[in-house]
């Protein structure tokens, strides 16, 4: 099971028209900070991921767009009998990504958002999942590897109120995993 990026067809569609009129220039790290907390238990019990992108555009030219792309990884440890879960762990990083444009292609604001969301985010995550894992490793946590992100088309499904459930928050996934090892 991996974490998954959903976007409607409409939005992979644009995201499309963006990236054959773009090429990848440069990707870097902006900022990172980490934190665990030092009560960590040494009891094996099952630790809970969550996940948070939070994309967005940093600069916009004729020749090219910088995209932010900022990454937050929690781990909330689940020990039996205690409610409510502790958070263990905290990663976040924020990274640039910079395409440069086809000459004479300017791309829509409707592209710019499909690509922020699907494709930039796409581009950040193996860089984000090294550092994760590096830092969380350097914590004293032996975390599994952070699994593969995919893009895929968002299911049609009928609105909320006719469904009777809320909205799901987008681009925020939750995987479980057991600690040690």
């Known amino acids: ?7 409607d067809e409409a939005s ?9 009129n773009a090429e990848l220039k ?22 809970r991921l ?6 967005s555009i940093l600069e916009h030219s004729k020749t090219g767009v ?12 689940e020990a039996p009998g205690e409610s409510p879960a502790k958070r263990i762990f905290e990663v976040s990083c924020r990274f ?15 592209e710019l958002d499909a690509f922020k969301e ?7 995550w193996p860089y984000a999942r090294e550092l994760v894992q590096n830092l969380t490793l350097r914590m004293g946590l032996h ?23 809320p909205a799901k928050k987008r681009n925020s996934h939750a995987r479980r995993s057991k600690r040690g090892t």
């Open 118 to 124: 699907g494709n930039a985010v796409f581009q950040c």
């Open 12 to 20: 992979l569609i644009a995201a499309h028209r963006f990236q054959v």
């Open 96 to 110: 640039a990504v910079q395409y440069g444009l086809r000459e004479n292609y300017s791309p829509s604001g409707e």
């Open 66 to 77: 910088w995209f932010a792309v900022k990454v937050s990884v929690h781990g909330d440890q």
């Open 143 to 165: 975390l599994p590897p952070l699994p593969l992100l995919r893009i895929a088309p968002r299911p049609v499904t009928q609105p909320a109120s006719q469904a009777g459930e």
């Open 50 to 55: 969550g996940l948070e992108f939070l994309p």
């Open 26 to 47: 440069e990707l870097r790290l902006l900022d990172c900070s980490a934190s665990i907390s030092p009560q960590v238990s040494e009891k094996a019990g099952e630790l």
């Open 1 to 7: 099971m991996g974490f998954v990026v959903q976007q």
